[in-house]
């Protein structure tokens, strides 16, 4: 069974068809890495499949749920990263992995998700309140909610955004484990290639509405095998040749 599955995705703000017919499979293990230029479209194709936009053509199956059908199971079967500025100010980092623990049916906060917090030097925090947290603290504790129970597919959008070296570090680490180890898939939207182009094992190419190109594991192994180029390089090479704007 495919960890996702996104057929004719079609979102539109207005008369601005941003995802313009997206496909796009996912099976276990898989760490992908959603590339393209800002505005390119990342953060709404993420939305679509995680539920929280309802694109108007198309179809999204997590782990063999249908979104629009049985919306539920499918968020049961997603770890989707929660937005830092959505975070409760007045609970503590534990009273939130708490509620989620419970969400996923988990009698308490995994040890895993323990052993991340250690790992990404979030432990002294977990019982203060979130009001009192950071930026990069509270980008600490989304990416904890996330990855809670280690579902089987975990999106993450620019995760890396705001973390320490060693925390950014302990994070790839952690995900390159969970596909290898728990077999979860990871799909992490960045336009940061270098944060990506040594663990990933997939890279898509998002531009103009639509997935026009996909690298995969034997292509990735060719371009680090070359020392004279790199996925950035091959990355601004797609660009030029699909004739991507420049933006400000």
């Known amino acids: 069974m495919s960890a996702l599955e996104i057929a004719g995705?079609?979102?539109?703000?207005?008369?601005?068809?941003?995802?313009?017919?997206?496909?796009?499979?996912?099976?276990?293990?898989?760490?992908?890495?959603?590339?393209?230029?800002?505005?390119?479209?990342?953060?709404?194709?993420?939305?679509?499949?995680?539920?929280i936009l309802q694109p108007q053509q198309g179809r999204v199956a997590i782990a063999g749920a249908e979104m629009g059908?049985?919306?539920?199971?499918?968020?049961?079967?997603?770890?989707?990263?929660?937005?830092?500025?959505?975070?409760?100010?007045?609970?503590?980092?534990?009273?939130?992995l708490e509620l989620f623990a419970g969400a996923r049916g988990l009698g308490q906060i995994p040890a895993a998700t323990l052993?991340?917090?250690?790992?990404?030097?979030?432990?002294?925090?977990?019982?203060?309140?979130?009001?009192?947290?950071?930026?990069?603290?509270?980008?600490?504790?989304?990416?904890?909610?996330?990855?809670?129970?280690?579902?089987?597919?975990?999106?993450?959008?620019?995760?890396?955004?705001?973390?320490?070296?060693?925390?950014?570090?302990?994070?790839?680490?952690?995900?390159?484990r969970l596909t290898r180890e728990q077999g979860?898939?990871?799909?992490?939207?960045?336009?940061?290639?270098e944060v990506a182009e040594r663990f990933i094992s997939r890279c898509v190419l998002l531009l103009g509405g639509k997935l026009v190109r996909d690298w995969d594991s034997a292509a990735l192994a060719a371009i680090r095998r070359d020392p004279g180029t790199s996925l950035e390089q091959v990355m601004v090479e797609a660009l030029q040749r699909f004739g991507a704007p420049r933006t400000d």
């Not at 500025?85 to 009273?95: D, E, I």
């Not at 979860?184 to 290639?193: F, I």
């Open 9 to 51: 995705l079609v979102h539109a703000y207005g008369p601005q068809r941003v995802l313009d017919g997206v496909d796009l499979v996912l099976q276990p293990g898989e760490f992908t890495a959603l590339i393209g230029p800002n505005g390119s479209g990342k953060t709404t194709l993420l939305r679509c499949l995680a539920g």
């Open 69 to 96: 059908l049985n919306a539920l199971t499918a968020k049961q079967r997603l770890g989707f990263a929660v937005d830092p500025t959505l975070l409760p100010m007045l609970l503590t980092g534990r009273q939130c």
């Open 115 to 176: 052993d991340l917090a250690e790992a990404l030097a979030f432990s002294r925090w977990l019982d203060q309140e979130v009001q009192a947290y950071s930026l990069g603290t509270r980008q600490k504790l989304g990416i904890l909610l996330g990855l809670i129970g280690e579902p089987p597919l975990i999106v993450l959008d620019e995760p890396m955004n705001g973390l320490d070296p060693l925390s950014a570090f302990a994070l790839k680490q952690h995900l390159v």
């Open 184 to 193: 979860c898939a990871v799909l992490l939207a960045t336009h940061a290639l």
